[in-house]
T-cell receptor
Framework: NAGVMQNPRHLVRRRGQEARLRCSPV?????VYWYRQLPEEGLKFMVY????????ESGMPKERFSAEFPKEGPSILRIQQVVRGDSAAYFC???????????????FGPGTRLTVL | DQQVKQNSPSLSVQEGRISILNCDYT??????FLWYKKYPAEGPTFLIS?????DKNEDGRFTVFLNKSAKHLSLHIVPSQPGDSAVYFC??????????FGKGTLLTVNP
């Protein structure tokens, strides 16, 4: 998976707790994306970030969810007051952000599987 | 509103034969397309991509064909191998960088 790292791989939370998911992009990649996959579904875009900036958060629920990609350190997807419906696999991807032959390939991490009890 | 559709949830092929996975899209603003392969409990692995200015791209056993007028693309794997058994996702991208995925096709290659 071209070096995108995510942790933890598995996360169990009780309803009402907070979940923090971390993503370290491929070295040299400045663009980070978060996707969510529900069972039997494809991946759904949540948010697109560059260093210190949220570029597009149109796929992220307005409440309880937030994301950041600080100048130093990994990108964080934070879910406050989790509910059972938040149980899913959350994937992070990164890309160099420049088109090569008019494509910008995103490379994915192994994902964090969140289970809300 | 599903903008990227993979109408076959599953496909079974004999080892050595060709696997053809199909994908349709509705948004004419998409200008590049990618195929990813995914094993259970792992992240998607990039396979091959194609931009809208091309109609074919080949990489080893994998070839992607794009028919813009029909808004259709396909992934050909030949010869198929048992290790190719996985879920294959079609994804589409445009100027806003985010990818829109299909629901995937489970490919099983039988020895």
């Amino acid at each position: 998976n071209a070096g995108v790292m995510q942790n933890p791989r598995h996360l169990v939370r009780r309803r009402g707790q907070e979940a923090r998911l971390r993503c370290s992009p491929v070295k040299g990649h400045s663009h980070v994306y978060w996707y969510r996959q529900l069972p039997e579904e494809g991946l759904k875009f949540m948010v697109y970030l560059q260093k210190e900036n949220i570029i597009d958060e149109s796929g992220m629920p307005k409440e309880r969810f937030s994301a950041e990609f600080p100048k130093e350190g990994p990108s964080i997807l934070r879910i406050q007051q989790v509910v059972r419906g938040d149980s899913a696999a959350y994937f992070c991807a990164s890309s160099p952000g420049r088109r090569t032959g008019l494509t910008d390939t995103q490379y994915f991490g192994p994902g964090t599987r969140l289970t809300v009890l | 509103d599903q903008q990227v559709k993979q109408n076959s949830p599953s496909l079974s092929v004999q080892e050595g034969r060709i696997s053809i996975l199909n994908c349709d899209y509705t948004n004419s603003m998409f200008d590049y397309f990618l195929w990813y392969k995914k094993y259970p409990a792992e992240g998607p692995t990039f396979l091959i991509s194609i931009s809208s200015i091309k109609d074919k791209n080949e990489d080893g056993r994998f070839t992607v064909f794009l028919n813009k007028s029909a808004k259709h693309l396909s992934l050909h794997i030949v010869p198929s191998q048992p290790g190719d058994s996985a879920v294959y996702f079609c994804a589409a991208g445009g100027s806003n960088y985010k990818l829109t995925f299909g629901k995937g096709t489970l490919l099983t290659v039988n020895p």
